[in-house]
């Protein structure tokens, strides 16, 4: 049986706002995984931010102070 593994995905309006919030967070220590955007965050670009669960504060934090906060986020659980 496989794990189950939880994370979170950001969302955002722009390919542009995707690519410079990943440069963001890795700057930051972050390091997020694109990924097509899940059809739970609605209708967005089609790039979304993977990160593990205990750096979502983080995540929206360094974004915040970045002026690229997400328009959407969730929680995935995969296997």
């Known amino acids: 049986?496989?794990?189950v593994q939880r994370f979170i995905a950001f969302g955002f309006?722009?390919?542009h706002d995707?690519?410079?919030a990943?440069?963001?967070l890795k700057a930051a220590g972050i390091e997020?995984?694109?990924?097509p955007s899940p059809g739970a965050l609605g209708e967005l670009c089609g790039i979304a931010l993977r990160v593990e669960p205990?750096?979502?504060q983080a995540v929206q934090d360094t974004l915040?102070?970045?002026g690229l906060p997400p328009r959407a986020?969730?929680?995935?659980?995969?296997v």
């Open 13 to 15: 309006a722009s390919v």
């Open 73 to 78: 986020s969730v929680e995935i659980y995969d």
């Open 22 to 24: 990943e440069d963001a």
């Open 64 to 66: 915040a102070a970045a």
């Open 18 to 20: 995707a690519m410079a």
């Open 32 to 35: 997020p995984v694109a990924i």
């Open 54 to 56: 205990g750096s979502a």
């Open 1 to 3: 049986m496989a794990d």
